[in-house]
């Protein structure tokens, strides 16, 4: 057996690479177009036995202090208490309820998102897109996972009606992320 089969067989805990990591969302805005960001990622923590996936726990924090769409003044806005208000609310969290094994690398992960003080349950689709040593020894993992939430859920209710029909902001939003994992020594 290899060192790295060794290390896939053994429980482990995972911490996130900030530098190699990225949650992206998009939304859509006047029932036509795509708005998309970035929102930066504290840290997360991954605790992982692949004897048992669906003992596998998640946490991680997020910091909508640093959301970014490319333009300060939408980004400021969606800072203030019309949406995620940072002042009141400084971080989102994710805790895991279950991983679910749905073959050898993809996974659904159930948890409770907190944003705004709310929590209410997700579901993320889960692909290991690989793993092995960087050149420094470190074991990693790379993950990307996908959802779709309904904003409102988190209070999020800000919107104005168009005069065609519609409104300007999509109560849908996709949230895309691409983590690389490093195995905490």
């Given at each position: 057996m290899s060192s790295n089969q060794a290390l896939v067989q053994q429980p482990a805990t995972y911490d996130l690479d900030l530098a190699h990591s990225r949650a992206e969302f998009a939304v859509r805005h006047m029932m036509f177009a795509t708005v998309k960001g970035t929102v930066g990622i504290?840290?997360?923590?991954?605790?992982?036995?692949?004897?048992?996936?669906?003992?596998?726990?998640?946490?991680?924090?997020?910091?909508?202090?640093?959301?970014?769409?490319?333009?300060?003044?939408?980004?400021?806005?969606?800072?203030?208490?019309?949406?995620?208000?940072?002042?009141?609310?400084?971080?989102?969290?994710?805790?895991?309820?279950?991983?679910?094994?749905?073959?050898?690398?993809?996974?659904?992960?159930?948890?409770?998102?907190?944003?705004?003080?709310?929590?209410?349950?997700?579901?993320?689709?889960?692909?290991?897109?690989?793993?092995?040593?960087?050149?420094?020894?470190?074991h990693k993992v790379g993950l990307v996972a996908t959802t779709q939430i309904d904003r409102t859920k988190w209070g999020l209710t800000w919107n104005q009606a168009l005069e065609t029909g519609g409104v300007l902001v999509s109560e849908k939003v996709k949230i895309e992320l691409h983590l690389q994992l490093a195995q905490s020594k």
């Open positions: 504290r840290s997360a923590r991954v605790v992982f036995d692949p004897r048992d996936a669906r003992a596998t726990r998640v946490e991680a924090v997020l910091d909508p202090a640093t959301i970014h769409t490319g333009m300060g003044q939408r980004d400021d806005h969606l800072r203030s208490p019309d949406f995620f208000d940072v002042a009141r609310f400084p971080e989102w969290t994710f805790r895991s309820t279950l991983v679910e094994p749905e073959g050898a690398d993809e996974f659904t992960l159930h948890g409770d998102l907190t944003i705004r003080g709310e929590t209410h349950p997700v579901t993320l689709k889960v692909e290991k897109l690989g793993e092995g040593k960087d050149p420094w020894g470190n």
